[in-house]
């Protein structure tokens, strides 16, 4: 079965960094047939798309409140999914979560993923 095992969340202070991974296994079909993505969700929040990557990795997206400070990053051999986060701001805070799904055209809204992982906290103090 896939699986989707998300690392690297803490606590950091406003402007510091952190990098999440997200290791996948259990595909059906080679990886790179999945667009990836990182969500959050904070507390009373709907989840939200932050960034995707396309299945090869040559096409990024990036939701506006993060554009400039995060890059996603995948590699394919490894079975990775990474998040570079700078710059982290306390409205950054949330639980993050990876997922994969496969899609006409690689997305970030939140609907039609075929899985999920189970998340990392990331705190950002002020």
């Known amino acids: 079965q896939v699986q989707l095992v998300e690392s690297g969340g803490g606590s950091v202070q406003a402007g510091g960094s952190l990098r999440l991974s997200c290791a996948a296994s259990?595909?059906?079909?080679?990886?790179?047939?999945?667009?990836m993505a990182w969500f959050r969700q904070a507390p009373g929040k709907e989840r939200e798309g932050v960034a995707s990557?396309?299945?090869?990795?040559?096409?990024?997206y990036y939701d506006d409140s993060v554009k400039g400070r995060f890059t996603i990053s995948r590699d394919n051999a490894k079975k990775t999914l990474a998040l570079q986060m700078n710059s982290l701001q306390p409205e950054d805070t949330a639980m993050y979560y990876c997922?994969?799904?496969?899609?006409?055209?690689?997305?970030?809204?939140?609907?039609?993923?075929?899985?999920w992982g189970q998340g990392t906290q990331v705190t950002v103090s002020s």
């Open positions: 997922a994969a799904g496969i899609f006409y055209q690689c997305h970030y809204n939140k609907t039609g993923w075929n899985y």
């Open positions: 259990g595909f059906t079909y080679t990886i790179s047939l999945y667009c």
């Open positions: 990557i396309s299945g090869g990795g040559g096409t990024t």
